[in-house]
């Protein structure tokens, strides 16, 4: 059997003010396994994001352990890529200057970061911008060049904390398209958390839904429903009775 990418392990998780504490998760456990695309559900606060900071090395578990790829690392910073929810492109950087960060940092010479990266910038719909500044991009352009920054720090899972939260309806669901395509072709292991339940459904193969503060786990859903997807699924009758059951399992009256 596969060893899993992620593993999470009874992983509980509390912040501590002046006056008051604050549980934000209780004894989360799921395993990701490699190529698998998990989105995670749950209302504010529930979280969602606290369990990313987790499981990059931002933050560190109370209780429970955190695998990554069968071993519970010394460090886990830098073991998974991360985009957080805003693309924090820096406004003095190109395009292609922006995206060879992760590179630069790992001590990869310039010439070798930029010639990868623009063989990599058609697959993101980024090609002939790599000279521009972000201040030149549409919004879906900036989330494009941020995932691609992520998809070049060179890890085989990624962690994306509402990539396209901000985008409006169509910009969205092109996009939604796009990064299924990429996910796709390049096989890689996606943990994409979303507020919005039929983006929740039309990418994953299987749903995690946590339970208002402190996030526990209330549900996972499997979505057996085929690939590679096109948004007209979202007319299915299947896809619409998976939507409605994730709906009524976050307390919204359907």
């Known amino acids: 059997m596969a060893t899993p990418r992620i593993e999470i392990r009874n992983v509980s998780k509390t912040f501590f003010?002046?006056?008051?504490?604050?549980?934000?998760?209780?004894?989360?456990?799921f395993k990701v396994m490699p190529g698998e695309f998990i989105t995670i559900i749950g209302a504010s606060g529930s979280g969602k994001s606290t369990l990313f900071n987790l499981c990059v090395g931002l933050?560190?578990?109370?209780?429970?352990?955190?695998?990554?790829d069968g071993k519970i690392p010394e460090k886990r910073a830098g073991m998974l890529g991360y985009m957080p929810q805003h693309d924090l492109l820096l406004p003095w950087r190109s395009v292609l200057?922006?995206?060879?960060?992760?590179?630069?940092?790992q001590g990869i010479p310039?010439?070798?970061?930029?010639?990868?990266?623009?063989?990599?910038?058609?697959?993101?719909g980024l090609e002939t911008f790599e000279n521009e500044y972000p201040s030149a991009l549409s919004?879906?352009?900036?989330?494009?060049a941020a995932l691609l920054r992520t998809w070049l720090a060179g890890r085989s899972t990624l962690c994306l904390d509402e990539p396209f939260g901000a985008l409006d309806a169509l910009t969205r669901k092109e996009l939604q398209n796009w990064l299924l395509k990429v996910w796709q072709e390049f096989e890689r292991t996606v943990m994409f958390i979303t507020h919005d339940?039929?983006?929740?459904v039309y990418l994953a193969d299987r749903v995690i839904v946590l339970s208002a503060r402190p996030g526990k786990i209330k549900r996972e859903l499997k979505i057996d429903l085929p690939r590679p997807r096109r948004q007209r699924i979202i007319a299915d009758p299947e896809?619409?009775?998976?939507?409605?059951?994730?709906?009524?399992?976050?307390?919204?009256?359907?």
């Open 97 to 105: 200057d922006n995206v060879i960060i992760p590179q630069e940092i």
């Open 17 to 29: 003010g002046v006056h008051h504490s604050v549980p934000a998760l209780e004894n989360i456990s």
């Open 197 to 200: 339940v039929e983006e929740a």
């Open 239 to 254: 896809f619409g009775k998976l939507v409605r059951e994730l709906l009524m399992e976050s307390g919204v009256d359907v």
């Open 139 to 144: 919004g879906g352009m900036r989330q494009r």
């Open 110 to 124: 310039k010439k070798e970061s930029r010639q990868k990266a623009l063989e990599m910038l058609p697959h993101f």
């Open 59 to 68: 933050l560190e578990p109370d209780e429970g352990e955190i695998l990554i």
